[in-house]
């Protein structure tokens, strides 16, 4: 790789780190499974910049990277961590979203499939919309949106879960955009 295109793949990652590290944090649970995450993922990028850089949409195919490195993950990851709130001793506060602290989403979200969880998270946390989803992920936008059915079907049966999306917009609450929810009313 040359200078100039080594230097045009240091821009691109001190752009977009903070954005995928956000993603990531929401995808893995925890914030060190998140920088691996996004490392792996920009590793692979890197290996294949010279096509990557030439995409139509390269952040959508650097996302999709991303999800297709955690999916792996998860497959690979047969022991299954559980996330609790409670700590053995006191940590620093970290410095993150204040949608990844919350608890009772976290767990909620740990709790479903790899590709639900990334639906959701696309969707409403990284608020992206259905074709630009279906396009990271590289399916339609019915699968997203049977996805985010399902998905959103499982978080509203966890306790808590609702209270902690109080911040969200409405139509990650209700699984509606907000047209829908004005043809209702």
């Known amino acids: 790789m040359n200078s100039s295109t080594e230097a045009e793949f240091r821009a691109?990652?001190?752009?977009?780190?903070?954005?995928?590290?956000?993603?990531?944090?929401?995808?893995?649970?925890?914030?060190?499974?998140?920088?691996?995450?996004?490392?792996s993922a920009l590793v692979k990028t890197y290996v294949k910049w010279e096509r990557v850089r030439r995409a139509e949409e390269l952040d959508a195919y650097v996302w999709r990277i991303m999800i297709n490195t955690n999916r792996d993950r998860v497959r690979l990851n047969r022991v299954r961590e559980w996330l609790t709130t409670r700590f053995p001793e006191t940590a620093a506060p970290e410095r993150a979203d204040g949608i990844a602290e919350a608890g009772a989403l976290a767990e909620a979200l740990s709790l479903l499939p790899a590709r639900q969880r990334a639906v959701i998270v696309l969707r409403y946390l990284e608020d992206r919309s259905e074709t630009e989803v279906a396009r990271i992920l590289g399916t339609h936008v019915g699968t997203v949106r049977s996805h985010a059915a399902r998905a959103l079907y499982r978080l509203r049966e966890q306790p808590g879960v609702l209270e902690e999306w109080a911040g969200l917009p409405d139509r990650a609450r209700t699984g509606v955009g907000p047209r829908v929810e004005e043809a209702r009313s």
């Open 12 to 39: 691109f990652v001190a752009s977009r780190w903070p954005r995928m590290l956000r993603t990531a944090r929401l995808l893995t649970g925890n914030h060190h499974d998140a920088e691996d995450l996004v490392q």
